[in-house]
């Protein structure tokens, strides 16, 4: 299979908080990997800007010890990021303040897509919408990219989207969720709505429900500050998962564009029913055999009621979704890292077979992480002699190998996101309604459990969850599904 690389034109992109951990782990390596590909012009030029001063030297030796050591996948031929790095400049700025603006301004060149990604705290986001803004910069071939947290609620998300609508244009606004860029993202909006085979299935009728995991192994590590202020609910429920939940639950858009399937996507959020508390399931982890601190010590407050695992359980009011759940759940040090949508058809009405042949029901997988793929679980009769004993086999799409052109990884969600931006294209990123309508629904279960004081069950670090979350499942008659890498 020939990989196809679509050509952009050249274009300006300034990185704010290009010496900051995202830039160095995945906006620099995953630019190169695009320099690689033949996909960036000769003329664009790639701008680091951050607080400290340093010189161009000094920055391009950090952007080549992050490639080397991050562009997975990407043998690191020295000509190649020899010619990469030859593209970074390096201004010193101040988001707050005036240091560097006139330099950068003298920098971007007047009559390119300009391209602005705010990888800095974000308290800084509005300070650099006017500074841009100030300093001439935000043309209408301008963009800004923003990166997560989008506010913390409703009302500090509508005044950072009135404060860079101030600044600029919704069509400019490229609000960044990277689960977005995944390959199998995109993949399931293909499966769905280019084949005939399931979206005849994809309703309340066939689908018995839905469940949808994101499964880390790590704890809270550096990030204990913010984490604290934000638990498992804002950092990834409201953003990461509820787009999952979108994708998966969505109507068929009338075209492939960004608006769209933006408005589709809309429709679904503001479908959501209210959560009942005893649906909710929040959890905490605890210390592991000397080797992790607990997630309290690891915050550094013996009392916090933040929750490091959330299992809940909520319905799609509309016709397509009545009587189908949808189960979310996520948490920190858990089992395996495994990010993955579980859609559990119904058992098949009635068994020809006999009780003996047991319960058979077909499973589509979609796992984004790792080994990102598709995988539907179908029942075969048992191979040999014996009479009909029924199992589960896997047909399996997993796409690095199976689609994937040879000996290269699929992009990584962050170099195909950064591209997108380039060529103007906003399907992948979240608009200021939808995240506004997520924080909508978010609110008042945060409100919830705050109101009724409610602190998170403990659970052992290396496990699938408090045991409150299988109940969650047992009450209903189901289960979850295991967690596995
Ligand atoms: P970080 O490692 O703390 O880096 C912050 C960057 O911002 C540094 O380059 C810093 O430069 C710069 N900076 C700080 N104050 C500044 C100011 N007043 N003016 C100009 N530059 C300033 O943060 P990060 O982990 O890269 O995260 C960046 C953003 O991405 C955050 O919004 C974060 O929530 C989001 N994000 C990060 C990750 C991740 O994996 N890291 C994942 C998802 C989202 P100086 O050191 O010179 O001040």
Not at 305 to 321: D, P, Q
């Amino acid at each position: 299979m020939v990989s196809r690389v679509i050509p952009v034109d050249p274009f300006d992109l300034v990185i704010f908080g290009g010496t900051g951990d995202l830039a160095r782990r995945k906006i620099l390596p995953g630019l190169f990997r695009r320099h690689c590909a033949g996909q960036i012009p000769d003329e664009a030029a790639i701008i680091g800007a951050a607080r400290t001063q340093h010189s161009r030297s000094e920055y391009r030796s950090f952007a080549a010890e992050a490639i080397r050591e991050f562009a997975n996948g990407q043998p690191c031929d020295e000509g190649a990021l020899a010619a990469f790095l030859d593209r970074l400049q390096y201004v010193a700025i101040d988001a707050r303040g005036t240091q560097g603006w006139a330099e950068l301004a003298g920098q971007v060149h007047p009559d390119r897509v300009r391209a602005f990604y705010f990888s800095v705290g974000p308290a800084l986001f509005g300070d650099l919408a006017e500074r841009i803004h100030l300093h001439g910069m935000a043309t209408d071939d301008a963009r800004i990219v923003v990166e997560k947290p989008f506010g913390h609620d409703l009302a500090s998300a509508r005044a950072l989207n009135a404060t860079l609508a101030a600044h600029f244009q919704e069509g400019q606004i490229y609000r960044i969720d990277h689960y977005l860029g995944k390959e199998t993202v995109q993949n399931l909006m293909a499966i769905r709505f280019g084949n005939m085979l399931f979206e005849p299935l994809w309703n309340s009728q066939y689908v018995d429900h839905i469940q949808i995991t994101v499964a880390e192994t790590v704890g809270v590590g550096g990030r204990g500050e913010y984490y604290d202020k934000a638990g498992a609910m804002r950092d990834m429920v409201q953003n990461h998962l509820m787009q999952l939940l979108c994708l998966i639950a969505m109507e068929p858009p009338a075209k492939f564009d960004p608006d769209a399937v933006r408005d589709e996507k809309l429709k679904v959020i503001r479908a959501l029913d209210p959560v009942e508390p005893h649906h909710i399931v929040r959890g905490q982890y605890e210390a592991q055999d000397g080797a992790h601190p607990s997630y309290r010590d690891a915050v550094g407050d013996p009392r916090s009621s933040t929750e490091s695992y959330i299992a809940l359980k909520t319905h799609v009011s509309n016709w397509r979704w009545a009587g189908t759940p949808i189960y979310l759940r996520t948490g920190k040090r858990l089992v395996a890292r495994s990010s993955v949508i579980n859609v559990m058809f119904k058992d098949a009405p009635h068994s020809i077979f006999g009780q003996e042949a047991g319960r058979h029901a077909n499973v589509l997988s979609i796992r984004l992480q790792p080994n990102e793929g598709i995988t539907l679980l179908v029942t075969i009769k048992e191979p040999g002699p014996g009479g009909m004993r029924l199992v589960d086999v896997p047909l399996d799409m997993t796409f690095a190998k199976a689609l994937g052109p040879e000996g290269e990884d699929p992009p990584d969600a962050y170099e195909r996101l950064i591209m997108d931006v380039i060529r103007g294209n906003q399907t992948l990123f979240m608009r200021g309604d939808e995240v506004e309508a997520a924080w909508a629904w978010t609110d008042p279960i945060i409100a919830g459990w705050k109101s009724r004081g409610e602190v998170p069950k403990p659970y052992e670090s290396g496990s699938n969850g408090p045991g409150d979350a299988d109940l969650l499942m047992q009450r209903d008659r189901r289960a979850w599904r295991g967690i596995k890498p």
